[in-house]
Nanobody, 121 residues
Framework: QVQLVESGGGLVQPGGSLRLSCAAT????????MGWYRQAPGKQRELVAR???????NYADSVKGRFTISRDNAKNTVYLQMNSLRPEDTAVYYC???????????????WGQGTQVTVSA
């Protein structure tokens, strides 16, 4: 059983900061990549940021320079530091991990339950 446990969402004023965390737990052989996606009401889910096991990252254009993704490989945990938040960043943020579970031979995608981020005055 593999779970992605998210934390850190909430309400923040424009210009403020939040830090999201996501830990992959369970019988895991290897985590290949972890990332964050978000979905605003009436919109499709979109990639926010992603980091692979070697440390390479990629970001959505809308968050470059404001958000930073990082990872603790020993803890199978990914973080998203969000600065200079804007109202348009309001969404449910979902953690994603591409990993190999004990007993599996290929990598599979797993999703967290989502955490609400609201940016409002």
């Amino acid at each position: 059983q593999v779970q992605l446990v998210e934390s850190g969402g909430g309400l923040v004023q424009p210009g403020g900061s939040l830090r999201l965390s996501c830990a992959a737990t369970g019988s895991i052989v290897r985590v290949n990549a972890m990332g964050w996606y978000r979905q605003a009401p009436g919109k499709q889910r979109e990639l926010v940021a992603r980091i692979i096991s070697g440390g390479s990252t990629n970001y959505a254009d809308s968050v470059k320079g404001r958000f930073t993704i990082s990872r603790d490989n020993a803890k199978n945990t990914v973080y998203l530091q969000m600065n200079s938040l804007r109202p348009e960043d309001t969404a449910v943020y979902y953690c994603n991990a591409a990993l190999i579970r004990v007993g599996d031979f290929t990598s599979r995608n797993y999703w967290g339950q989502g955490t609400q981020v609201t940016v409002s005055a």
